[in-house]
T-cell receptor, first 113, second 118 residues
Framework: SQELEQSPQSLIVQEGKNLTINCTSS?????LYWYKQKYGEGLIFLMM?????EEKSHEKITAKLDEKKQQSSLHITASQPSHAGIYLC?????????????FGKGTMLLVSP | KAGVTQTPRYLIKTRGQQVTLSCSPI?????VSWYQQTPGQGLQFLFE???????NKGNFPGRFSGRQFSNSRSEMNVSTLELGDSALYLC?????????????????FGAGTRLSVL
């Protein structure tokens, strides 16, 4: 079965600083999803990456997929308190059937004023 | 367009009881997946339904079951509750297009049901 490892597990950054979260897969990535979760609430879809080398941006968040390394990174530029939360990566495994995602354990981000 | 709706938001039960959670998907979405989230294990897949049929099941005991109705709404049931069943249960819906249209498999999550077993 596919496993996703996220690093770091938690992160405290000062407002305005940049940060990067990584997600490494034990198997080939065919679809990689990034979600954000506020504590105790549902997941909010951020971005989906399909192809190696693909890069997507939304506001101050950029995600990249390195297929060879079986890794994805999420970069936040000029962090704000609104960026605080838990970031989860999810992988769509070709062998796991439809609509089944395997998730990493998450990265908790705190942004200090 | 309304998002995924889960009811109730919070539940408190005692060991041995059973519980039913409900999920209404986004209009037009035919796939509903259920996940369990705990601090120790993270987010784990329970099962997925499409057109009233269970297509995929995670590694959970038979006490966990679910069903999907003709309007795509889904319920999950947990019988004989154990303390370890305390968790946030999340439902997600997607269009669940064929494999080649992977972009349409994006799952949209509800706010979850927080179950506490005492």
């Amino acid at each position: 079965s596919q496993e996703l490892e996220q690093s770091p597990q938690s992160l405290i950054v000062q407002e305005g600083k940049n940060l990067t979260i990584n997600c490494t897969s034990s198997k080939t990535l065919y679809g990689l999803y990034w979600y954000k979760q506020k504590y105790g609430e549902g997941l909010i879809f951020l971005m989906m990456l399909q192809k190696g080398g693909e890069e997507k941006s939304h506001e101050k968040i950029t995600a990249k997929l390195d297929e060879k390394k079986q890794q994805s990174s999420l970069h936040i530029t000029a962090s704000q308190p609104s960026h605080a939360g838990i970031y989860l990566c999810g992988a769509d495994s070709r062998y796991s059937g439809y609509s089944t995602l395997t998730f990493g354990k998450g990265t908790m981000l705190l942004v200090s004023p | 367009k309304a998002g995924v709706t889960q009811t109730p938001r919070y539940l408190i039960k005692t060991r041995g009881q059973q519980v039913t959670l409900s999920c209404s998907p986004i209009s037009g979405h035919r796939s509903v997946s259920w996940y369990q989230q705990t601090p120790g294990q993270g987010l784990q897949f329970l099962f997925e339904y499409f057109s009233e049929t269970q297509r995929n099941k995670g590694n959970f005991p038979g006490r966990f079951s679910g069903r999907q109705f003709s309007n795509s709404r889904s319920e999950m049931n947990v019988s004989t509750l154990e303390l370890g069943d305390s968790a946030l249960y999340l439902c997600a819906s997607s269009l669940a297009a064929p494999r080649t249209l992977i972009a349409k498999n994006i799952q949209y999550f509800g706010a979850g049901t927080r179950l506490s077993v005492l």
